[in-house]
């Protein structure tokens, strides 16, 4: 198989008449890696995407696939290969005859086709199932016929557009695991777009969450979602509590935020705010759900808030604490389920502690909407 | 599930009063407009022709004798077969298959610039453009082609300036404004069924086959043509029907030595006062177009279903 190939975006913009869809995007991806975009819809991961596999050539700016600059090159004629959200198979072929249209384009036999898509039917576990029309597939088979189909033209690197939305859960949560397998065995570069964060982590090397055309951060699964880079990262990428208020004092990377409810808190400047940030900023300070614990010690301190319970819900393996916060917002507190009798009562004050260096403090700025 | 299950569902779903006027209309449709007529035209093709006192009388039996004639001429004529009917038959057969494929050729580009194009104003008054000249009607159109083909018609006087040609071209002999005029009468039964068709074309598809390398021709020859199949059918069948059975344009813009099938069948019944013979030599019109194009469907491996989609 081929090894992947780097991705370079070099300072890319694409508008569409007075509209900018994608803002001065600069991202390298390496060879072999698995990359995906990030974000909720409309933020121009797609057209990101269509740029690179040269549906769309960029306003401004370079894409390079393997250090050449593609340019004026057509999707056609391009090292990538497209899976589509609704999949596009050839509804009128045969599932073998989808898989191998690549080479029937480059005019291999009929004999050397069939043989090739035998070998990809093997590799997606859907051996004898050439001979039928893709309207006779269930939607798993469908999604491993079109990564068939896009890895027969044995691409540099493959583009994924949001390929698992129109799967059930299950089989979603499935299919990332064989889409992440199917990645480490073919060793080609992934460009996967998403606009569910767990899909996001759980297979990426690498994340670039964007919001409105811009790239607000890239990095690993875990630097989005323990050290964001925005307020905006730190509300889209999983769920958070956000606390706004003004810094108060600045103790090397520590900040401590006084909040107009819950006090003064304490909490981590995050990196990319590190030396930027004075005494007096607005600031954004965000709490996971799970890094919330029911205080044992009552006395307050900065790592402390009380706040007025809600209502709880139990989901299993984790208990939800809903609490009264700012702005009619709620702060939700997200506790494992050890077999304990539940601890919170409706109504009652209840105070909460957490880390300071889980607590992430921002310049104050936009949040994703829910 | 039974005949009587299916009625009573039927009128479940529909209502006594909606279900009665509908079944009422379609019948009335199929079985007085359409089946009952074209039986008398069968029957009346199969009798002798004989003047009106003598109609049902022992002399009226039925005979073949009409469809002889076609064949194999009057009695006792100098060639063994109908050389003239015949040729004229194949001739108009012939020159509506060649309306259909022009008629394809122009529309198939068309229709599918306008069924993947998503909406928007240019694409509907495009279509207007399309319609409005059906405002008019056929006569005048066909006399309007007349005038644009004739020797001193547009064409003619345009080429004569610019020094293309010395001496006017008969497009009206070669048949040139025929085609043309048959060919345009037809075009929106074309572009319709195929646009219909190519509109519910997921863009992917093409997208994605471009993404895998192929070239326009085979885009086209693989993943769009099978697609409109079924539309670029029925759209065929419906020029070839129509061109076959026109009557008004070949009248009016055919040359002076082609005469179209369907206007030996007027003369029978008209000047010539010769209904049977009419009405035989329409059924064999009828039963060949049938045939032609259930024939041509097989070839195509469209199937009848497919056609109402």
């Known amino acids: ?370 | 599930m039974n005949i009587a299950q299916l009625f009573r569902d039927y009128f479940v779903k529909n209502g006594i009063g909606l279900g009665t006027f509908l079944l009422v209309a379609v019948l009335f449709w199929v079985v007085i407009l359409i089946i009952l007529p074209q039986l008398s035209m069968l029957d009346f093709s199969f009798r002798h022709h004989l003047p009106p006192p003598e109609m049902g009388g022992p002399k009226d039996t039925y005979t073949i004798e009409h469809y002889k004639y076609l064949v194999l001429g009057a009695p006792g004529a100098d060639t063994s077969y109908n050389v003239v009917d015949l040729g004229v038959f194949g001739r108009t057969l012939l020159a509506a298959f060649f309306v259909t494929i022009l008629d394809l050729i122009l529309c198939y580009p068309l229709a599918y610039y306008l069924g993947q194009s998503k909406g928007g104003g240019f694409i509907r008054l495009l279509v207007l453009l399309l319609i409005i000249p059906y405002w008019i009607n056929e006569i005048l159109r066909a006399f309007a082609f007349r005038i644009i083909f004739g020797d001193s018609g547009l064409i003619n006087e345009v080429m004569l300036t610019m020094g293309l040609i010395s001496d006017p071209i008969d497009f009206i002999r070669a048949n040139v404004a025929l085609y043309a005029g048959l060919g345009y009468a037809y075009i929106l039964l074309m572009i319709f069924p195929i646009y219909n068709v190519i509109e519910s074309l997921d863009r992917n598809q093409i997208e994605a086959a471009r993404d895998m390398g192929a070239s326009w021709w085979r885009i086209h020859w693989r993943v769009v043509i099978p697609y409109a199949k079924p539309g670029i059918s029925s759209g065929c069948t419906m020029v070839f029907m129509l061109s076959a059975g026109a009557l008004a344009a070949p009248q009016i813009l055919g040359g002076p030595s082609s005469l179209w099938f369907t206007q030996i069948i007027y003369q029978w019944f008209n000047t010539g006062g010769n209904w049977p013979r009419g009405a035989a030599f329409a059924v064999v019109l009828l039963v060949a177009c049938i045939v032609i194009v259930l024939g041509m469907m097989r070839l195509f491996k469209v199937k009848i279903g497919d056609i109402g989609k």
Request: hydrophobic content about 40%.
């Open chain 1, 1 to 370: 198989m081929t090894k992947g190939v780097d991705v370079d975006l070099e300072n890319v913009w694409i508008r569409f008449g007075d509209f900018v869809a994608v803002r001065e995007a600069n991202v390298n991806i390496k060879g072999g890696e698995f990359f995906s975009f990030l974000g909720p819809s409309g933020c121009g991961k797609t057209t990101i995407l269509r740029s690179v596999s040269g549906f769309l050539e960029p306003s401004d700016g370079k894409v390079r696939i393997g250090g050449k600059d593609m340019a004026g090159i057509g999707p056609n004629k391009r090292p990538t290969a497209l899976i589509f959200q609704n999949l596009a198979l050839f509804p009128l072929m045969k599932v073998w005859e989808n898989i191998t249209f690549s080479m029937e384009v480059k005019g291999a036999s009929k004999a050397e086709r069939r043989k090739r898509a035998d070998e990809l039917l093997d590799m997606i576990a859907l051996p004898d199932q050439g001979d039928k029309l893709p309207s006779e597939l269930s939607g798993g088979q469908k999604q491993r016929v079109a990564i068939a189909r896009a890895l027969c033209a044995e691409p540099d690197v493959l583009l994924l557009d949001e390929p698992l939305s129109a799967l059930d859960l299950k089989l979603r949560q499935h299919m990332r695991t064989e889409l992440r397998e199917i990645q480490q065995r073919v060793g080609i570069t992934f460009i996967y777009i998403t606009h569910d964060q767990g899909e996001a982590l759980t297979m990426s090397d690498n994340v670039a969450v964007m919001r409105a055309g811009i790239i607000d951060q890239i990095g690993t699964g875990h630097s989005v979602y323990n050290d964001p880079a925005t307020p905006f990262v730190a509300s889209f990428v999983g769920e958070n509590n956000v606390f706004r208020g003004k810094i108060k004092s600045i103790d090397g990377d520590m900040a401590l935020v006084s909040t107009n409810r819950t006090g003064e808190l304490l909490a981590r400047i995050a990196t990319s705010a590190q030396g930027k940030m004075n005494v007096g900023d607005s600031a954004m300070m965000f709490i996971r759900p799970e890094a919330c614990n029911i205080a044992e010690d009552i006395s307050p301190a900065a790592n402390r808030f009380t706040a007025r319970v809600k209502h709880e819900e139990f989901e299993g393996q984790i208990y939800n604490v809903f609490l009264e916060g700012a702005e009619g917002k709620e702060i939700k507190m997200s506790l494992v389920n050890v077999g304990k009798q539940r601890q919170s009562a409706e109504d009652n004050n209840l105070t909460l502690e957490y880390m300071p260096d889980q607590a992430v403090v921002l310049p104050a700025g936009e949040l994703a909407s829910e």
